[in-house]
């Protein structure tokens, strides 16, 4: 691994982790059980409330699910000199300028006289990108990598470190399938943060991953069964901020894969060039801009 790989792509903060339930299971079996007839549609609630046969709604099972989401932060920092000139207007019976211990003559002959001079400009550039996005989607472009700021607010949740995903695939849990991976966003910030700068000498210049957190979010799905309708439905409760969705089917089912550290947080460049066609450039990229930059420096 080249050593500039190992330096930009080596993570700060690296952990998996899964957030507690906010809302006790008991709670949240009375949320489902208020909300258990909207499930099947508003219509059955109210044949239901003038038959006389009337039509139970029963729980059949309980079940909890993770579902994933990273939360990545990166940045590029630079720091650098830049010759510029400077041009000051002054008053026309000004002829010399003392500044320090030099002196600048200023230019006559025109409306207001303008003193020129050299200067090196001391230079810090900065870029930060933080990014939220569900692990379960299946992104094809790197593009397509947004800001999810509704996963903000899990992010005051309690939670706790594991190694491993299998950590919290046990009794019968279902852990949804991470299926994009660390290498994918990671790409799409980098080429967003990292940029060529005017620079005749690089003084200091780094890219940092703050962190790169795989979050696991609780939630309970109801299942419940209509005697009348001979149907199933569920009630599907966020256990931390209470959200409530209707489904008709799990769209999860209990996986046997396991999800390895290494795997997930594969971030290098051979990472970035199997899961995107192309990922290798985001690794030139950062070589290129260097490039550019010796040329200029060893121009001037």
């Given at each position: 691994m080249p050593k500039m790989e190992k330096n930009m792509l080596k993570p700060k903060k690296q952990e998996i982790r899964y957030f507690l339930d906010k809302i006790e299971k008991e709670k949240l079996l009375e949320i489902a059980e208020k909300n258990k007839t909207a499930a099947f549609g508003f219509l059955s609630g109210i044949s239901d409330k003038f038959s006389k046969d009337k039509a139970e709604i029963k729980l059949l099972k309980i079940y909890k699910r993770y579902d994933p989401f990273w939360h990545i932060v990166a940045e590029s920092i630079v720091d650098y000199e830049r010759r510029s000139k400077y041009k000051v207007i002054t008053t026309k019976e000004v002829r010399k300028v003392r500044i320090g211990e030099t002196e600048f003559k200023?230019?006559?002959?025109?409306?207001?006289?303008?003193?020129?001079?050299?200067?090196?400009?001391?230079?810090?550039e900065r870029k930060r990108k933080?990014?939220?996005?569900?692990?379960?989607?299946?992104?094809?472009?790197?593009?397509?990598?947004?800001?999810?700021?509704?996963?903000?607010?899990?992010?005051?949740?309690?939670?706790?470190?594991?190694?491993?995903?299998?950590?919290?695939?046990?009794?019968?849990?279902?852990?949804?399938?991470?299926?994009?991976?660390?290498?994918?966003i990671l790409r799409s910030i980098l080429q967003d943060i990292i940029n060529p700068v005017s620079a005749d000498k690089i003084l200091d210049e780094k890219i940092e991953i703050e962190q790169l957190i795989l979050y696991f979010k609780p939630i309970y799905l109801f299942e419940y069964e209509h005697s009348k309708k001979n149907e199933k439905k569920y009630v599907e409760i966020d256990s931390i901020t209470g959200k409530i969705k209707f489904?008709?089917?799990?769209?999860?089912?209990?996986?046997?894969?396991?999800?390895?550290?290494?795997?997930?947080f594969d971030i290098g460049v051979s990472a970035l060039s199997s899961l995107v066609p192309g990922g290798e450039?985001?690794?030139?990229?950062?070589?290129?801009?260097?490039?550019?930059?010796?040329?200029?420096?060893?121009?001037?």
């Open positions: 200023t230019e006559e002959g025109k409306k207001d006289n303008e003193l020129i001079f050299d200067s090196i400009d001391i230079c810090h933080e990014i939220l996005i569900d692990g379960a989607l299946d992104v094809k472009n790197p593009v397509n990598i947004k800001n999810n700021v509704n996963y903000a607010v899990y992010l005051t949740g309690e939670s706790k470190k594991i190694k491993e995903v299998e950590e919290i695939m046990k009794n019968d849990i279902i852990v949804v399938p991470v299926i994009l991976k660390a290498a994918f489904v008709k089917e799990m769209e999860h089912k209990k996986s046997k894969e396991i999800f390895t550290e290494n795997a997930l450039a985001t690794y030139k990229l950062v070589k290129t801009i260097r490039e550019e930059r010796r040329r200029k420096k060893n121009k001037a």
